[in-house]
């Protein structure tokens, strides 16, 4: 029977999220609320499936998202979910279809970057998405061993009860996170729906969510979520103290939660799923080998709209550079240290676009794969020439190595 692809009506929820969630190994009663809280989050134009007669085969998803730009502001992103192919229904094409329902769908609404979450880090690459963010899986295995440097002001922490933790942690988490790079903008109903959830499957046999704040001045400037998992081995306690997120609108704000988390006498190994990969923590303990890392690609994206995107973002250094990407050219310049940049479309060997009688601009060619990874400012253009995907004069590279970088490394808290 020929296969069909159509958006996914309410009363299809059921069937659209037991086809998704056989395909990665979970169950729907895992998470009893979540046709509910698909049809609060995402819009019923915006979710697709693949049809094999009356049988839903293989699924797909938009978020309406946000995320916060190098140097404040934010920009609307496509924020693809749910990607799921049967494996009776592998090799038909069928992915390629639902990317191209995703992606057209997205410009058709305006949005000028896409990005998600890769299950598997080998398929996205070739729809134009590039590794913009990453983070790091710490581990600190025995929290008892780990001392502080000295002398550092501390905040005070206190418990901070799910009422209250819903009252003030969304705007404790925008102030915090309005300069990082990379960060998804939450609006009410993400809080509500995905970061307060308490389903089964977020569990996985450890405690509910609990929340410690940081108080200064009377206000909360920081908050901790985390999980615990109790266990003891000889007699002696040896439970686990996973991290949900720590975030806190300054080091000394961030540096009293860790404190606070690395001293729970039950539970001295302490674990963060997703930290900044410039997180504070190895460079506030006297020994940083026992701050475990290990790094792994977190957000995707794909720069749909490049003159939209590039001009969203504010650079380190003022400067020039024309971007080939794909047969396409673009000129930007960026007026001043810490600038805005203007970028206006040109001709590949063209004079420059911006401005009359403006003197050739040294030209860089990529993928666009590489003006994701470089647009959060999370990698140098040296580094993606030395890999291939990106060409051009030294002068070329050393002026991309001068605008993109940014000193706040790219962070997306989550996945979706």
């Given at each position: 029977?020929?296969?069909?692809f159509?958006?996914?009506?309410?009363?299809?929820?059921?069937?659209?999220?037991?086809a998704?969630?056989?395909?990665?190994?979970d169950?729907?009663e895992?998470?009893?609320?979540?046709?509910a809280?698909v049809?609060?989050?995402?819009g019923?134009?915006?979710?697709?499936a693949?049809?094999?007669?009356?049988?839903?085969?293989?699924?797909?998803?938009?978020?309406?998202?946000?995320?916060?730009?190098?140097?404040?502001?934010?920009?609307?992103?496509?924020g693809?979910?749910?990607?799921?192919?049967?494996?009776?229904?592998?090799?038909?094409?069928?992915?390629?279809?639902?990317?191209r329902?995703?992606?057209e769908?997205a410009?058709r609404?305006?949005?000028?970057?896409?990005?998600?979450w890769?299950?598997?880090?080998?398929?996205?690459q070739?729809?134009?998405?590039?590794?913009?963010?990453?983070?790091?899986?710490?581990?600190v295995?025995?929290a008892r061993?780990?001392?502080?440097r000295?002398?550092?002001e501390?905040?005070?922490?206190?418990?901070?009860?799910?009422?209250?933790?819903?009252?003030?942690l969304?705007?404790i988490y925008?102030?915090?996170?309005?300069?990082?790079?990379?960060?998804?903008?939450r609006s009410?109903?993400?809080?509500?729906?995905?970061r307060?959830?308490e389903?089964?499957?977020?569990r996985?046999?450890?405690?509910?969510r609990?929340?410690?704040?940081?108080?200064?001045?009377g206000a909360?400037?920081g908050?901790?979520?985390?999980r615990?998992?109790?266990s003891?081995?000889?007699?002696?306690?040896?439970?686990?103290?996973?991290?949900?997120e720590?975030?806190?609108?300054?080091?000394r704000?961030?540096?009293?939660?860790?404190?606070?988390?690395?001293?729970?006498?039950?539970?001295?190994?302490?674990?963060?799923?997703?930290a900044?990969?410039?997180d504070?923590?190895?460079?506030?303990?006297?020994?940083?080998?026992?701050?475990?890392?290990r790094?792994?690609d977190?957000?995707?994206?794909r720069i749909?709209?490049?003159p939209?995107?590039?001009s969203?973002?504010?650079?380190?250094?003022?400067?020039a550079?024309?971007?080939?990407v794909e047969?396409?050219?673009?000129?930007?310049?960026?007026?001043?240290?810490?600038?805005?940049?203007?970028?206006?479309?040109?001709?590949?060997?063209?004079s420059?676009?911006l401005?009359?009688?403006?003197?050739?601009?040294?030209?860089?060619?990529?993928?666009?794969?590489?003006?994701?990874s470089?647009?959060?400012?999370?990698?140098?253009?040296t580094?993606?020439?030395?890999?291939?995907?990106?060409?051009?004069?030294?002068?070329?590279?050393?002026?991309?190595?001068?605008?993109?970088?940014?000193?706040?490394?790219?962070w997306?808290?989550?996945?979706?």
């Amino acid at each position: 029977m020929a296969l069909s692809f159509r958006t996914v009506a309410d009363d299809e929820l059921p069937a659209y999220r037991a086809a998704m969630m056989a395909t990665f190994g979970d169950d729907p009663e895992s998470d009893p609320e979540g046709a509910a809280r698909v049809r609060a989050l995402i819009g019923p134009e915006q979710r697709w499936a693949a049809f094999d007669g009356g049988d839903v085969v293989a699924t797909s998803g938009t978020f309406d998202h946000a995320i916060a730009m190098p140097g404040g502001g934010q920009l609307a992103m496509a924020g693809l979910t749910m990607v799921s192919v049967r494996p009776t229904h592998r090799r038909r094409g069928i992915l390629r279809e639902l990317m191209r329902l995703h992606l057209e769908d997205a410009r058709r609404r305006g949005f000028p970057i896409s990005g998600l979450w890769a299950s598997e880090a080998s398929i996205y690459q070739r729809f134009g998405y590039g590794i913009a963010a990453e983070g790091d899986a710490v581990e600190v295995g025995d929290a008892r061993a780990v001392t502080f440097r000295e002398p550092r002001e501390l905040d005070a922490v206190v418990h901070v009860d799910e009422e209250r933790a819903r009252a003030e942690l969304p705007a404790i988490y925008d102030r915090a996170t309005a300069g990082r790079p990379g960060a998804l903008i939450r609006s009410a109903a993400w809080w509500r729906e995905r970061r307060f959830l308490e389903a089964p499957y977020m569990r996985a046999g450890a405690s509910r969510r609990r929340h410690v704040g940081a108080v200064r001045g009377g206000a909360l400037v920081g908050y901790l979520q985390f999980r615990q998992r109790a266990s003891f081995t000889d007699g002696l306690p040896s439970g686990s103290l996973d991290i949900v997120e720590l975030v806190g609108v300054d080091t000394r704000a961030e540096a009293s939660l860790w404190q606070l988390a690395l001293s729970a006498d039950l539970f001295p190994r302490v674990t963060w799923w997703n930290a900044p990969v410039d997180d504070v923590l190895p460079w506030i303990v006297t020994d940083a080998r026992r701050v475990k890392r290990r790094r792994t690609d977190t957000l995707w994206l794909r720069i749909e709209d490049v003159p939209a995107a590039l001009s969203a973002r504010r650079y380190a250094a003022g400067g020039a550079l024309r971007l080939e990407v794909e047969g396409e050219a673009w000129d930007l310049v960026v007026e001043g240290d810490g600038g805005r940049a203007r970028c206006a479309r040109c001709a590949p060997g063209a004079s420059a676009a911006l401005g009359a009688g403006a003197a050739p601009l040294p030209s860089l060619r990529l993928s666009r794969p590489a003006l994701g990874s470089l647009f959060l400012g999370g990698v140098f253009a040296t580094q993606l020439a030395r890999a291939g995907e990106v060409h051009g004069d030294p002068a070329a590279v050393a002026m991309a190595d001068r605008l993109f970088p940014w000193p706040i490394a790219p962070w997306c808290p989550e996945i979706f």
